[in-house]
């Protein structure tokens, strides 16, 4: 009777974590104790930064600011090292930091909608990143470092870049294995 009751007791247990790491906070507010919390969207909250408490919270798996107002992405971004989606669509970034490419467990990547031009030459170290979405940015490139990214990356969505057809060789070229989406060019000049 005993074994039953403790075996119970543990069962309960594991099952209140697992629906801990399901949970969806969609407020700061809300946060009571950051090692508990895995899923954070914080979408359509007209934020114009990141607000500091998120680099606090270090189990997070996915992030989502998509639709705000934010500009940049300071450092501290690098502490979230264990997370596996972050969505920053329709912002308005113009830079990535380096210190994103510390996020080693990151396999999807939306930057989509922001005035971006370039990537930094550190996201090359994202090896387990599997989408990256830049639609509608100004990317036009890839440093020549991304070239490891290749094995892993299944998908890069271009659409809506201002790629010429020379720029979709070169990305082709560079990394040949992931699908890529993007529109068709004229090269008209």
């Known amino acids: 009777m005993k074994k039953t009751i403790t075996l119970l007791m543990l069962l309960a247990l594991v099952m209140g974590a697992a629906a801990q790491r399901n949970r969806v906070y969609k407020s700061?507010?809300?946060i009571r104790n950051?090692?508990?919390v895995y899923i954070l969207?914080?979408?359509y909250k007209r934020l114009k930064q990141i607000p500091p408490k998120v680099f606090t919270l270090h189990n997070l798996r996915e992030l989502d600011l998509g639709r705000n107002f934010i500009d940049s992405i300071p450092p501290e971004i690098?502490?979230?090292v264990n997370l596996e989606e972050l969505d920053l669509r329709r912002n308005r970034l113009r830079v990535i930091p380096p210190e994103l490419g510390q996020l080693r467990n990151l396999r999807y990547l939306n930057l989509s909608r922001n005035p971006i031009l370039d990537l930094p030459d550190e996201m090359s170290q994202l090896t387990n990143l599997e989408q990256l979405i830049l639609w509608c940015t100004g990317?036009?490139?890839f440093p020549p470092s991304f070239v490891v990214l290749n094995s892993n990356l299944k998908l890069i969505d271009?659409?809506?870049c201002p790629l010429t057809w020379d720029d979709q060789q070169a990305?082709?070229?560079l990394l040949p294995s992931p699908r890529k989406r993007w529109d068709?060019?004229?090269n008209c000049q």
């Open 158 to 160: 271009l659409r809506v």
């Open 78 to 80: 690098g502490n979230l």
């Open 41 to 43: 969207k914080l979408n």
């Open 171 to 173: 990305i082709e070229e």
């Open 184 to 186: 068709y060019v004229c």
């Open 28 to 30: 700061i507010k809300e």
């Open 139 to 141: 990317v036009i490139s």
């Open 34 to 36: 950051p090692d508990s």
